[in-house]
């Protein structure tokens, strides 16, 4: 059995030596690299080969490849790097790194046409200047075949241990057992649907109601398939850090059975934000710097291996790593997503658009699943790594603080950026598309300001660095702007009869275009909720293959146990609000008298909040309430929870779509009712009206307001709803407040458990059954 591995992981792993250098060095985008290897392959003769598949095997070991290109005119292998700014800034051991990999390629290439002898060339492309630096070596076969051996012998002993590992994790994985002494209801048919998805190779979209252990319900299976469908990472993806702890006690788990233990099973790793991880957010990334950046490829090894000896490694155990020998936990991390069989982190390691795990997939063709955890969250979030903003206060301060040699560039950036809305009327606009006049102004910007910043590392004007940073962001984005985004002005407030100035936004609409590569990467991915319905509408926006598989679980709750009860004799339109408020804090004091307990009142805006709260207070002082604030810090949060025990009493009131309207676990008499003055439909604004057009025109009009408004708003609040009942024990009721909650198109999107009574129906409008 040989171990495959990609010449550039090979080179990475036996080539980099010295210290952890991430001093600025302003790289170009994705597109841009493949512009530049486009631009020097332009310029060479029609004989000229390109993306030459390569591939050999010494020892146990395939190495395998693409050399950028060969002229065979010359006989030159060429190793193409494109740049921004000084090639001399370039750190040595990213150079020795460049000439390994081009070495490797250049023996491959030998071995495949039986060539004796070969040059190889470094061709370094400046992107902003469109030359290229070329740097060549003559070499004979039989040294670069030395060269080529060298580093296999380096890496043999290493892969020798991984397959060894990788047997043991199969072997493990196939034997290991529910770690539970029985599924829960609803669990399995989840767990069946999802291996059954992993075994075919087809996404799968699975709407499972909270409380059945869905974490566990789709880890299991897809950790059971592995073995079966070669399976070489798995993804476990969240949108909050509470879902990742979730995971990963799930998996310490599933790692703690006899066959499955810490030396022979999943090695799993947790992934953490940079800011949170960072030991030394005062000090820059490189040697010179940072005390843990310091022979950090050279201390590496060492911890590598503790690293995998351990197997299971949440931020603590990694933290503890990091310290014993002296490197940064951050990109130590970076490093173990390589060697590592599960890794738990955020959305965005693997969806953003710089994601590290979606890149190292592409470049070692790994086989891996994907989980998304809370999967319609993954909307908005896609639409926000997937959008830009500029705003023109920010380059004003840049302008005032950079240096005499930036200030024409900014300034005519400044001109450029005030002529494209110095005739917009309203507040808000959208624009067919970038002004070219302003995309070139911020071309010129970027590339002025980024050549300053390489040339004076210890610059630290953050205002200058933060626009530039902000403008790479947009610019990458305007590369590929189409239909799915738009491009528009805000005008911020004014000042007399002008505008204080604007801001420029690059919107996205739907995610779909750039997460579809994403999901095509991946052997298998799972998205799964308790509110995914309508499927098409997620399949459509996040880009879900048409042939994706939709499973839609039973509850194991029954119907029994939850009162939902519409209030249609109240409309909580903003128009209506004032005289809502009276009806609706008599209500609440209703159903509380009723049946004193806890409850969670839910509304669209922290203004219609503070409303009722205070009106709900001066009519009934006697009954305890607190209330969610703006910008609640995570003590704050604590707090607002544990007012809710199993013998207290009270109303907390919480803004809907917020921290408290889902992801939250109040059991038994923790939680037992909900009241919701909204249908959750999004502010009806420029934006939103702009998402709907947009929506309009991908999907079709008859799907425009459903897209825009509808469905967000309700998932909103069948996730608010979901907090009362939480396990097959629990009562409650939970009161709709809105005369729309009637409408039949409303109604549908509720979950099928649920049996809705009105209000003016029913004699006894809130007693709960006991």
Not at 274 to 287: F, L, S, T, V, Y
Not at 724 to 753: C, E, K, N
Request: hydrophobic fraction near 40%; aromatic fraction near 10%; include cysteine.
């Amino acid at each position: 059995m040989n171990y495959t591995v990609a010449v550039r992981s090979l080179c990475e792993f036996t080539a980099r030596r010295g210290d952890l250098d991430l001093r600025f060095t302003p790289g170009p985008s994705a597109l841009e690299g493949m512009e530049g290897h486009a631009a020097v392959r332009s310029k060479r003769p029609p004989t000229y080969r390109a993306e030459i598949s390569l591939a050999a095997d010494y020892r146990n070991l395939h190495v395998r490849g693409r050399a950028d290109g060969y002229d065979p005119d010359l006989n030159r292998l060429e190793e193409i790097k494109t740049y921004r700014g000084k090639l001399e800034a370039m750190p040595a051991n990213h150079r020795a790194l460049h000439w390994a990999q081009a070495k490797i390629y250049a023996y491959l290439l030998c071995r495949q046409l039986q060539l004796n002898r070969i040059a190889v060339a470094l061709v370094y492309f400046d992107i902003g200047e469109r030359t290229e630096t070329l740097i060549v070596e003559d070499h004979e076969a039989a040294s670069l075949e030395q060269h080529f051996q060298q580093h296999c012998d380096c890496f043999i002993d290493w892969a020798d241990q991984e397959m060894r590992h990788r047997l043991a994790r199969d072997a493990g994985l196939d034997a290991m057992s529910f770690p539970f002494p029985a599924f829960r209801p609803g669990q399995r048919d989840l767990s069946v649907s999802v291996y059954k998805s992993a075994r075919q190779g087809r996404h799968l979209l699975a709407q499972a109601p909270t409380g059945i252990g869905k974490t566990a319900g789709t880890l299991f299976p897809v950790l059971k398939a592995c073995p079966r469908e070669g399976i070489d990472k798995l993804f476990y993806l969240t949108a909050k850090t509470s879902g990742r702890q979730l995971a990963l006690d799930a998996l310490a788990r599933l790692s703690a059975k006899p066959q499955n233990s810490a030396n022979t099973g999943i090695r799993v790793l947790e992934l953490t934000a940079r800011d949170k991880a960072c030991e030394h957010p005062d000090k820059q990334c490189n040697g010179a710097s940072c005390p843990l950046a310091q022979g950090f490829y050279d201390k590496l090894p060492a911890a590598r291996q503790e690293a995998v000896d351990l197997a299971f490694l949440d931020k603590t155990a990694l933290r503890a790593v990091g310290q014993r020998h002296q490197l940064c936990p951050y990109w130590l991390t970076q490093e173990l997503a390589k060697w590592s069989d599960v890794v738990v982190g955020d959305y965005n390691y693997y969806f953003d658009t710089t994601a590290m795990l979606y890149s190292q997939t592409v470049n070692n063709a790994w086989r891996v699943t994907v989980l998304a955890d809370e999967a319609h969250n993954l909307i908005e979030r896609a639409r926000k790594m997937y959008s830009a903003e500029l705003d023109e206060a920010c380059l004003i301060a840049a302008q005032h603080s950079a240096p005499p040699s930036l200030k024409a560039a900014l300034t005519s950036l400044l001109k450029a950026w005030r002529k494209s809305y110095r005739d917009q009327e309203s507040l808000y606009q959208v624009y067919d598309g970038i002004p070219k006049a302003l995309h070139n102004a911020l071309l010129r910007a970027s590339g002025i300001v980024g050549d300053y910043l390489a040339d004076h590392q210890s610059a630290t004007d953050t205002a200058l660095q933060t626009l530039y940073f902000d403008m790479l962001h947009f610019l990458r984005l305007a590369e590929v702007f189409a239909s799915h985004s738009i491009f528009d002005i805000t005008l911020l407030p004014r000042t007399g009869r002008r505008p204080s100035g604007a801001r420029l936004c690059l919107r996205n609409m739907v995610p779909a275009p750039f997460l579809e590569p994403r999901f095509a990467a991946a052997h298998h991915a799972v998205l799964f909720s308790a509110t995914l319905s309508p499927c098409t509408f997620y399949r459509d926006t996040l880009g879900m293959p048409e042939d994706a598989a939709w499973v839609d679980v039973d509850t194991p709750f029954r119907a029994e146990q939850l009162r939902v009860i519409v209030q249609r004799q109240i409309s909580t339109r903003y128009q209506h609000r004032s005289q809502s408020i009276a009806p609706i804090t008599a209500l609440m004091a209703r159903q509380y008298r009723h049946h004193p307990g806890n409850y969670l009142s839910y509304f669209s805006s922290f203004d219609y909040l503070s409303q009722v709260m205070d009106e709900f207070a001066r009519s009934y002082p006697e009954i305890p309430i607190w209330d969610q604030s703006r910008a609640m810090q995570e003590t704050d949060k604590d707090a607002f929870l544990q007012r809710f025990q199993e013998d207290s009493c009270g109303i907390g009131f919480a803004v809907l779509g917020g921290a408290f309207a889902e992801g939250i676990d109040l059991p038994g008499r923790k939680l037992i009712g909900a009241f919701v003055s909204t249908l959750g439909l999004p502010q009806m604004n420029p934006v939103n009206e702009a998402l709907k057009d947009s929506m309009g025109s991908i999907f079709g009009s008859r799907h425009a307001y459903d897209y825009a408004y509808l469905y967000p708003g309700l998932q909103k609040v069948v996730q608010a709803a979901g907090r009362v009942i939480r396990t097959d024990t629990d009562v409650g009721v939970v009161h709709l407040i809105d005369d729309r909650y009637a409408q039949a198109r409303v109604r549908r999107l509720f979950p099928r458990w649920w049996r809705v009574e009105y209000a003016d129906q029913t004699m006894d409008e809130g007693v709960l059954i006991s």
